[in-house]
């Protein structure tokens, strides 16, 4: 099946520093990418929806300016959480839909727990 | 968005099948259902996807009525590694995406 590479899978940050997390589709291409953010115990909650080559769509209540996304090629996608603090600290998640299949069946990463202190 | 109800929680013995059923009464004719297995600290992973009838793979079974208006996911023998949380996703294009429910906590037990 398609693969997807998250990195980190795990970091530790200063409060006020800027964290950089990559999700790469290995072995296909990815159109559309997805972010989610997950609270232990809680179900994923998207964040953005990513277009090669295009501005990510953000759901509401997330701050675009604070959660950076970028996705320059067909097969990477990153996302920077800019001046992390603590209330930032989480697991994010990256997905990715293969092109030509449809949106429908989901292909994620192992996710990045984010630890901001 | 097709709305999503499927159990909070279930429990099984190893070796049992366990069928866990979503509801989703709104569903639209284009939506697809797929079922997502997630363990601790870890991306969700692809069960099983269908749009009508069933559908058998390696690892499950899903079952989803003429009405579409629910499925079933059906796991034959259950280990204790498969305990997980399950997500029942319901949707087509990019509202498929958003559409994850609080899923199913199974515990399997020996």
């Known amino acids: 099946g398609a693969v997807v590479s998250q990195h980190p899978s795990r970091v530790i940050c200063k409060s006020g520093t800027s964290v950089k997390i990559e999700c790469r589709s290995l072995d296909f291409q990815a159109t559309t990418m997805f972010w989610y953010r997950q609270f232990p115990k809680q179900s994923l909650m998207l964040m953005a929806t990513s277009n090669e080559g295009s501005k990510a769509t953000y759901e509401q209540g997330v701050e675009k300016d604070k959660f950076l996304i970028n996705h320059a090629s067909l097969t990477l996608s990153t996302l920077t959480v800019t001046s992390a603090h603590p209330e930032d600290s989480s697991f994010y998640i990256c997905?990715?839909?293969?092109?030509?299949?449809?949106?429908?069946?989901?292909?994620f990463g192992s996710g990045t727990q984010l630890s901001v202190l | 968005l097709a709305k999503i109800t499927q159990p909070i929680s279930m429990d099984s013995y190893e070796g049992q099948e366990v069928n866990i059923t979503c509801s989703h009464n709104?569903?639209?004719?284009?939506?697809?259902i797929t079922w997502y297995q997630q363990f601790p600290s870890q991306g969700p992973r692809f069960i099983i996807q269908g749009y009508k009838t069933k559908v058998t793979n390696e690892v499950a079974s899903l079952f989803i009525p003429a009405d579409r208006k629910s499925s079933t996911l059906s796991l034959p023998r259950v280990s204790l590694s498969d305990t997980a949380v399950y997500y029942c996703?319901?949707?087509?294009?990019?509202?498929?995406?958003?559409?994850f429910g609080k899923g199913t906590s199974l515990l399997v037990t020996p």
């Open positions: 997905s990715a839909t293969e092109t030509g299949t449809g949106p429908e069946k989901l292909f």
């Open positions: 996703l319901v949707g087509t294009d990019s509202g498929y995406a958003l559409n």
């Open positions: 709104n569903i639209a004719t284009n939506d697809y």
